[in-house]
């Protein structure tokens, strides 16, 4: 599976912005899907997943809890990150990952996919 990030920008703290990855493929509803951040001279850090089993469970790190939604829409092949409540401390390139692995995955290494990348830059 290919997977392409959008939607990243320039926004003020407070303000909000979603995030979108679109997969290629015909399995895209048998991945599960994450979204990980990496921060200049910081290691790449989990910030939220969806699995793919009925319901779509859901997981977040700590420090977006109340602030980011992910969702997917699997007739769209797509997965979503609404980050609301944006803080300086947000700002990185957020990459979006799927996952082939039978558990909730927050891990790097749980991921075999990974899309290139996009910038979100929140200003103080």
């Known amino acids: 599976v290919q997977l392409q990030a959008s939607g990243g920008g320039l926004v003020q703290a407070g303000g909000s912005l979603r995030l979108s990855c679109a997969a290629t493929g015909r399995t895209f509803s048998s991945y599960h899907m994450g979204w990980f951040r990496q921060a200049p001279g910081k290691e790449r850090e989990f910030v939220a997943t969806?699995?793919?089993?009925?319901?779509?469970?859901?997981s977040y790190a700590d420090s977006v809890k109340g602030r980011f939604t992910i969702s997917r829409d699997n007739t769209k092949n797509t997965v979503y990150l609404q980050m609301n409540s944006l803080k300086p401390g947000d700002t990185a390139v957020y990459f979006c990952a799927a996952s082939t692995r039978n558990i909730v995955a927050t891990r790097t290494t749980d991921y075999d996919y990974w899309g290139q990348g996009t910038q979100v830059t929140v200003s103080s």
């Open positions: 969806i699995s793919y089993w009925s319901g779509g469970s859901t």
